[in-house]
Structures are given as structure tokens and as C-alpha cells.
């Protein structure tokens, strides 16, 4: 007698709206002003050592509440899972290897949305069975904001791979600067996510009003 097949993954809830310019960003404060000037995709990344549990709570719990009161705003908490199930949170990202502990299935009932970080093809197709939100891939350029012990995509090999991962949205990550933005906009991806682009910019609103001009230039031409 044969066994009955377990049914297949739930998909994700799908995005509200594309990505687009996509910032991440180190606290709450960078996602409000990021909404004020116009942003609608950001991403809450709290990598500093030194904060507390308590402070990482309200980190969360401010940038989620800032997202919510916003038409349209996609704010993404980056591995703090449970303090964003627990806040209400539009949606989550994560690496690989959170898929490890993360508790999808809870994730999946409170519909919350779910980025995936991919690097290798291996790891695109383990990401695309689990049906999430959008796929993340990176590094597309050498990076120094951490060590990555994978090689740069590059241009050529982001085209291929984000044509295999459709219809799921990607997001393009990884020394993205805004005068490298149209050439991986170019590449067929949703969005673009830029970190030391935006928080190490002389004027970080002048720099997120371009970042949203040229995702807006490459969507007007599709």
C-alpha cells in the first residue's frame, strides 16, 4: 500500500507591491526616516553585538510599527523571527541557515511575508521548494561589510540565475553602489538592496531619492 504524499509547502504570501530601491538598515530610526522620504521596502538588520535583548525587542517593535503606518510600506525584519511574529511584522528575512530553527510553519499562519538569502544554485533551489516571497541572491559585487565565502555573481550569472527563479521576485544584494544599480536592474530583478550605498552616504536622502528614481526609470521601460 502505498503511503499518502504529504502535501506541498504553502506558498508565502505574495508582496503588496515590487521591491524596488531596497534599503537595510541598522535601527528603526533609519526605517522611519527611510519612510518619511519615500522608501516603501526596507529591511530592519540588527547585526551589532553589543544590544541587548530588550533593545533589539524595541528596535523590532518601532520599525514594525513604523512600516504599519504607512500605506504600501513592506518592512522586512532581518533573523529576529519570533520578536517579528510577536510584533505583527509585514515580513521576515532570512539567511540559510535560520532555515534550520526557523519556525515557518507559524510564520506561514500569521501571514507574514518571507525573503530568502541565496548564494549558490544549490542553495536557490532549497530556498524556491519553501515558496517564500521573494529570493534574495549575493553577493553580485565584492563586499567589505562582512567576510563572504562565496565569489561575486557578477552581471551574466544574476541574469541566468533570476530568469531560473521566476516567477518568485529576486532581490539583487552585495556591493551594489547607485551608479551600479541600472546595470543589475537591467538583469530582469524585483529590487535591489543596498546597505553602505545609502547609511555611508554624505547625504543618505539625496542618495534614497536617486535610489528610487532609477528603480522607477527601469520599471517605467518594462
Known amino acids: 500500500m502505498n503511503a499518502t504524499p504529504l502535501p506541498p509547502f504553502l506558498p508565502f504570501p505574495p508582496l503588496a507591491g515590487p521591491t524596488g530601491f531596497y534599503p537595510v538598515v541598522p535601527d528603526a530610526a533609519w526605517v522611519q526616516r527611510l519612510l518619511d522620504w519615500g522608501v516603501r ?45 510577536a510584533a505583527g511584522a509585514y515580513g ?14 507559524a510564520l506561514r499562519q500569521a501571514g507574514i511575508r518571507l525573503g ?12 524556491l521548494a519553501l515558496q517564500p516571497s521573494y529570493l534574495a541572491i549575493g553577493p553580485i559585487y565584492p563586499t567589505t561589510l562582512k567576510v563572504m565565502p562565496y565569489a561575486p555573481v557578477g ?8 530568469a531560473l527563479a521566476a516567477p518568485c521576485p529576486v532581490v539583487a544584494i552585495g556591493g551594489i553602489s547607485l551608479a551600479l544599480m541600472p546595470g543589475v536592474l537591467a538583469c530582469g530583478v524585483d529590487g535591489v538592496a543596498v546597505v553602505s550605498a545609502l547609511t555611508l552616504a554624505a547625504d543618505p536622502q539625496t542618495a534614497a531619492l536617486s535610489g528610487l528614481r532609477l528603480a522607477a526609470e527601469r520599471s ?3
Open 41 to 85: 521596502t526596507v529591511q530592519l538588520r540588527i547585526k551589532a553585538l553589543d544590544h541587548q535583548p530588550d533593545a533589539i525587542e524595541r528596535e523590532v517593535r518601532a520599525a514594525v510599527a513604523a512600516g504599519r503606518a504607512v500605506p504600501g510600506a513592506q518592512v522586512f525584519i532581518n533573523d529576529h523571527w519570533q520578536l517579528a511574529l
Open 155 to 162: 552581471l551574466a550569472q544574476l541574469k541566468h540565475w533570476a
Open 220 to 222: 517605467s521601460l518594462l
Open 116 to 127: 530568502l538569502s541565496s548564494h549558490t544554485p544549490a542553495e536557490m533551489a532549497r530556498a
Open 92 to 105: 521576515v528575512h532570512l539567511g540559510q541557515q535560520d532555515l534550520d530553527s526557523a519556525d515557518l510553519t
